[in-house]
């Protein structure tokens, strides 16, 4: 029952956190600006007042540990982990990319059909901004959108769904696997692309994972920056025309076995099993996080 309302009351601290800095973020479309201007304050904005301050204000309010200790942003992360995160990364990028070929290409039974509207609608709207956004293929708005969308957003987003919701689901007595898998479900699911769903969850879950093998916010907030980043690249050599627009079909199969994307995951789940029966991903240093017991936490007030 204790675990339940310690799970309960940081859940609830964390969001009502995380809505006053929606709140707040939202008077920031009053501000004089106009275009892209306004949209970098805005992500600027939410990353800093909606998930960053509430993901370390929670760790003070809820269990009084210093906040950069308890997400453990306060080191350097380990090159080794770094190399693993990218091996991992593009090794499994075909994999990805099917999956979420699969994903859109998804068709709901007839009696969903309005659903299935609202759905591709949101995520039209959606993609009709992003464009909007990412359309200019100049130096310095490409530069602040690898800036705010790609690097600020990866952080922003880690600190909160990794470092708050995960971490203190673990900390709160839940099965790491679990936590992991909880989080990376909310974080897929509060961007409300239901044909986005299941790899932006499979995103989120390498996410937690890179978090739990390296014990440092930092490895996994690179991994999100670098694909936040990547799709904000691929998108100016694309209007640039150094890329075609199939670019982002690499290794997809719309017909036909895929056998790029199987080829993909089998690579993925060996390099996986390589290191873990080498100590990598455990041991060392890298094992599931632990943090001080409660009658010690007065050692690591700030």
Not at 168 to 187: D, E, K, Y
Not at 231 to 245: A, D, R
Request: glycine share 10%; hydrophobic share 50%; net charge neutral.
């Amino acid at each position: 029952m204790k675990r339940f309302i310690d799970i309960c009351q940081f859940i609830l601290v964390l969001l009502g956190l995380a809505l006053c800095g929606l709140f707040i973020t939202t008077s920031l479309g009053l501000l004089p600006f106009h275009g892209n201007a306004l949209q970098w304050t805005i992500f600027t904005g939410q990353n800093i007042l909606a998930f960053i301050i509430p993901a370390m204000l929670m760790w003070k309010i809820c269990f009084k540990l210093s906040p950069l200790c308890a997400i453990e942003a306060d080191r350097f992360p380990s090159m080794k982990m770094i190399g693993i995160a990218l091996a991992i990364y593009f090794i499994g990028m075909p994999a990805l990319n099917q999956i979420v070929y699969w994903n859109q290409e998804l068709q709901l039974p007839g009696f969903l059909s309005s659903f299935d509207q609202w759905c591709r609608d949101l995520e039209r709207l959606a993609e009709e901004q992003t464009k909007g956004l990412l359309n200019s293929t100049a130096f310095i708005p490409t530069a602040m959108n690898i800036l705010v969308i790609g690097v600020l957003t990866g952080i922003g987003e880690e600190f909160f769904f990794r470092g708050a919701l995960q971490r203190g689901l673990v900390w709160c007595g839940v099965n790491p696997h679990t936590a992991i898998w909880t989080s990376a479900i909310i974080f897929s699911a509060v961007h409300f692309q239901f044909f986005g769903f299941v790899p932006r969850m499979l995103l989120g879950a390498f996410f937690g994972y890179l978090y739990w093998w390296g014990r440092n916010i930092w490895v996994n907030s690179f991994a999100h920056a670098l694909n936040n980043s990547l799709v904000i690249i691929s998108t100016w050599c694309i209007n640039k025309g150094f890329l075609s627009e199939e670019f982002d079909m690499l290794g997809v199969s719309d017909g036909g076995f895929p056998t790029a994307a199987v080829g993909s995951a089998i690579a993925v789940t060996g390099i996986i099993c390589y290191l873990y029966h080498r100590g990598l991903l455990k041991g060392n240093g890298i094992e599931a996080p632990e943090l001080p017991s409660k009658s010690n936490e007065n050692a690591i007030e700030e």
